[in-house]
């Protein structure tokens, strides 16, 4: 089992960042993959980032690519999304989610694909004014 704790959100100005957090449970090794996602009001929830946690490649979608950063600090168990230029049309619910098994081997984390994962955060709140 794996548990998923986001933290970080809040409320930005455009142009501003935030840091999400994502603190897991249980053992690292069987987290194949990680990912951020995020779902808007009226919207489907979308892949924003995610990293194969063997070795660290990782995946943006292109609305995000150059502004957002996705980590992971193992020693601390805890997953990062930096997101700096932030734009309105970046607020949502931001939503952690971890992958052990064939999804994640199977490289659709690459596509940002939801199948990829099997356990999910409850989500933190990120709202950016203009």
């Known amino acids: 089992q794996v548990q998923l704790v986001e933290s970080g959100g809040g409320s930005v100005q455009a142009g501003g960042s935030l840091r999400l957090s994502c603190a897991a449970s249980g053992d690292p090794s069987r987290r194949y993959c990680m990912g951020w996602f995020r779902q808007a009001p009226g919207k489907e929830r979308e892949g924003v980032a995610g990293?194969?946690?063997?070795?660290?490649?990782?995946y943006y979608a292109d609305s995000v690519k150059g502004r957002f950063t996705i980590s992971q600090d193992n020693a601390k168990n805890t997953l990062y999304l930096q997101m700096n230029s932030l734009k309105p049309e970046d607020t949502a619910m931001y939503y952690c989610a971890a992958g052990t098994g064939y999804g994640c081997l199977s490289g659709s984390w690459r596509r940002g694909s939801q199948e990829a994962y099997n356990y999910w955060g409850q989500g933190t709140q990120a709202t950016v004014s203009s």
């Open positions: 990293i194969y946690t063997g070795d660290g490649s990782t």
